[in-house]
């Protein structure tokens, strides 16, 4: 591309984006989702769909938190699938009368973390793991930072009692 | 790296260093770029296409009107902004700027365009409402379905935004919803073998659709 080629300005202001925020987004939603492939799949499309507009998504004060608000969507849509899934297999369990144990404190801190409330799973993630501000994290999610720092201290809370123990 | 104002406790260390060791490991970002370029300059180019698709379509779209008008003036005269005195088609956009005479006032124009829309300056304005007709969203709403051989969905386009309306899963698939709007809805469906996925993209205010197996 020649150097005064506007696709070339749009392709290295997105190849710098993508180096940047690439793999610290997967492993914050691979986190919270607790599968790697749903969050790559979630993150390559987002870029994709960034890539399509980026002359429009460049402007923005914050592409990297449009993108990750776009994949968000999608782990959010996973969030759903699984508790569809999980309530189908309570209904068999309730219909088969299998006596139910009451539930252990997990062992490990990402599958207490994936008992959160999906909100708290995904603002927990993105502020430990991708290491955001609460404002980012805000942004990404949509939500007000009061509303962000509510779920952060109810997940900090729960995933305590896990850190807490000896 | 905590933010202050929420307030850092020395757990929260600790809950950085456990979660930060339970995501992947992170690879090469320019690998997996390269590896992904191509589609991504596939989906831009199928983005590409449609907008001029939509231009091309609004302007024969503009062409038809007016010479369904033209034709159904009678009188032989071309500008389709003043409605013939016979004439019992209606023209919508005389309604925004018909002249008040019913006589053609200004000569024909050799112009495709211009014949489509008529003289003067109701042709300019015609002109220039049509081009930005096809980017504002129905007033009513539309609803498509497409079909694949794992199902098919239902799609309603409603106030600029898509949704899925409905879903027929084909026997031996099921169903997952990947997106569902407001600027794209997707299905996907599975059977053992294979994967059909739908996906409908909101384009200058058409639905785009792209069906493929994978």
């Known amino acids: 591309m020649q150097p005064d080629d506007p696709g070339a300005t749009d392709s290295a202001d997105f190849d710098e984006t993508f180096r940047e925020s690439y793999w610290p987004m997967v492993r914050s939603l691979a986190v919270a989702c607790g599968d790697r492939e749903v969050a790559e799949d979630a993150v390559q499309d987002a870029f994709e769909r960034a890539f399509v507009r980026w002359r429009r998504i460049a402007r923005y004060d914050d592409p990297a938190g449009w993108i990750r608000h776009v994949a968000l969507n999608r782990i959010r849509d996973q969030f759903r699938r699984d508790t569809r899934k999980h309530k189908a297999v309570a209904r068999l369990a309730a219909e088969t009368e299998t006596t139910v144990q009451p539930p252990e404190l997990p062992e490990d801190v990402t599958a207490l973390l994936a008992q959160l409330p999906p909100q708290q799973r995904i603002a927990a993630a993105l502020f430990y793991v991708e290491g955001l501000s609460v404002r980012e994290v805000a942004t990404s999610m949509k939500l007000s930072e009061g509303a962000v720092k509510y779920h952060l201290h109810a997940a900090r809370a729960a995933l305590a009692q896990l850190v807490g123990t000896p | ?214």
Request: glycine letters at 12%.
């Open chain 2, 1 to 214: 790296m905590s933010d202050d104002s929420l307030g850092f406790e020395p757990i929260d260390d600790e809950l950085r260093r456990r979660l930060g060791a339970a995501g992947p490991q992170s690879g090469d970002p320019d690998a997996v770029l390269g590896a992904l370029r191509p589609r991504y300059h596939r989906a831009r180019r199928r983005h590409q296409m449609v907008v001029i698709g939509g231009s091309v379509l609004a302007i024969v779209a503009i062409v038809g009107v007016g010479t369904a008008a033209l034709t159904a003036g009678g009188s032989g005269a071309r500008n389709v902004r003043i409605p013939a005195a016979n004439s019992s088609v209606p023209n919508r956009e005389t309604t925004t700027t018909a002249p008040p005479s019913p006589a053609p006032t200004t000569p024909p124009q050799p112009s495709g365009d211009t014949g489509a829309a008529g003289g003067g300056t109701g042709g300019a304005t015609a002109g220039s409402g049509a081009a930005t007709a096809p980017t504002a969203a129905p007033a009513v709403p539309v609803t498509r379905t497409y079909q694949s051989n794992g199902g098919s969905v239902t799609v309603k386009l409603d106030n600029g935004a898509l949704s899925i309306a409905s879903t027929n899963v084909a026997s031996g698939y099921t169903e997952e919803r990947h997106d569902t709007g407001p600027d794209r809805v997707e299905v996907r469906f599975k059977s053992d073998k294979t994967e059909w996925r739908i996906r409908v993209d909101l384009v200058n205010g058409e639905m785009v659709e792209e069906t493929t197996q994978h």
